[in-house]
Structures are given as C-alpha cells and as structure tokens.
T-cell receptor, first 114, second 112 residues
Framework: KNQVEQSPQSLIILEGKNCTLQ??????????LRWYKQDTGRGPVSLTI?????NTKSNGRYTATLDADTKQSSLHITASQLSDSASYIC?????????????FGKGTKLSVKP | SQTIHQWPATLVQPVGSPLSLECTVE??????LYWYRQAAGRGLQLLFY??????ISSEVPQNLSASRPQDRQFILSSKKLLLSDSGFYLC???????????FGQGTRLTVV
C-alpha cells in the first residue's frame, strides 16, 4: 500500500535553532515529492518539490533532501523564526491508484518559541 | 493566474441542518478537484475527488456528498449534519498534468 510517513509528529524548538523533519514513503512508481507548509487555520502552500534526480534543493532557510534509494526525504530549517511555526506536510503523487493521485503524510507540527 | 476560492471561512451549524460548501477555481481548465477534512491535530483526510464534470470518487463512507456541476466548481454537501462533521474543510485543485495541489483557505465548520 502506498503510504507517506512523517516524523516527528510534533516538535518544539527555540527561535534561532535549526531542525530537521523527516518523510518516508513507499509510493511506487515514484516521480516527485513535495513539502507543504500549513499555517494554523489556512490551506497548505507548497515549499519545494524534489524530483527523482534531485538530492538537495534550497529555498531560503529551507533545505530539502531526497534519497530515492531509501525512499526518504528531509526538510531542514536553518535559523528558525517564529513565523516558521506551522505544520509541514510531505506529499507524494500516486499514479494509477486511488486518493486522487496525491498521498499526504500526516504532517509535523513545528512550534518555534522565543 | 490560477486561483481557488472557498467559502464560507467559518460556519456554525446546528445538528441535523443541511450543509453546502462551495469551491471555485479560476485560470485553469479540467482540473482535478479535491475535498479534504482536517480534524484538530490530525492530517488531511481525503473525502472526495473529481477528475471531471459529474465524476465524483468517494474515499470515506460518511454523511457527506460532493457534486461537480461545472468544470471549475466543486460542492460539498450534507442533508443532516452530525456533531462528528465538525472540522476544517479544505478544497484543492491540481492541473491534470502536474503534481502540485493548490488549496483554498479552508472552512472551519462547527456543528453544535
């Protein structure tokens, strides 16, 4: 069964610190993986996409990695800010299956404290 | 540019009352449309998705239904709301050939 698992479920860090969020997937065939940021009470917004051939991609203070062999991705946040407090969701498209072709992880809720 | 509109933003309804949430998309044709529910502290649960007018796939048996009367319109309905229908409802779309989903701002539904 195609699944996307994220860890940790929640995380609390102090402002200015770094953190890393994990995503493991079993979706096959694999083409890409997206990380979304969801602020409380809002819809998720795409942060970055990792395709099969990419290992690392940065978007400001966010750096995503992908290991297609182990089917793992991580999202590293550097020098965290209070505005980084949100849920981060990993999404992998599924081809030829149900769920409308998108498999969502349950997300990691990040709280950045002053 | 592509945009998605979802309304209302918040809704308080009594148990047993009907529900109608509407979602419209602009700037794209033949999108895949989705309704998700997100309970407090939980992940996104896919309720319905549609790949075309009149085509609705239901992922979870429930008290809700969906309709797609027009290419860029997706409606979530219920004839009689239950307390357990409370939650945060999100509409989303993606183009048929890409993999990025774009979400509406969500509707916070409270059934009392």
């Amino acid at each position: 069964k195609n699944q996307v698992e994220q860890s940790p479920q929640s995380l609390i860090i102090l402002e200015g610190k770094n953190c890393t969020l994990q995503c493991n997937y079993t979706v096959s065939p694999f083409s890409n993986l997206r990380w979304y940021k969801q602020d409380t009470g809002r819809g998720p917004v795409s942060l970055t996409i990792m395709t099969f051939s990419e290992n690392t991609k940065s978007n400001g203070r966010y750096t995503a990695t992908l290991d297609a062999d182990t089917k793992q991705s991580s999202l590293h946040i550097t020098a965290s800010q209070l505005s980084d407090s949100a849920s981060y969701i990993c999404v992998v498209p599924e081809f030829g299956g149900s769920q409308g072709n998108l498999i969502f992880g349950k997300g990691t809720k990040l709280s950045v404290k002053p | 540019s592509q945009t998605i509109h979802q309304w209302p933003a918040t809704l308080v309804q009594p148990v047993g009352s009907p529900l109608s949430l509407e979602c419209t998309v602009e700037g794209t044709s033949n999108p895949n449309l989705y309704w998700y529910r997100q309970a407090a502290g939980r992940g996104l649960q896919l309720l319905f998705y549609s790949v075309g007018i009149g085509q609705i796939s239901s992922e979870v048996p429930q008290n809700l239904s969906a309709s797609r009367p027009q290419d860029r319109q997706f409606i979530l309905s219920s004839k009689k709301l239950l307390l357990s229908d409370s939650g945060f409802y999100l509409c989303a779309y993606k183009g048929p050939l890409n993999t990025e989903a774009f979400f509406g701002q969500g509707t916070r539904l409270t059934v009392v």
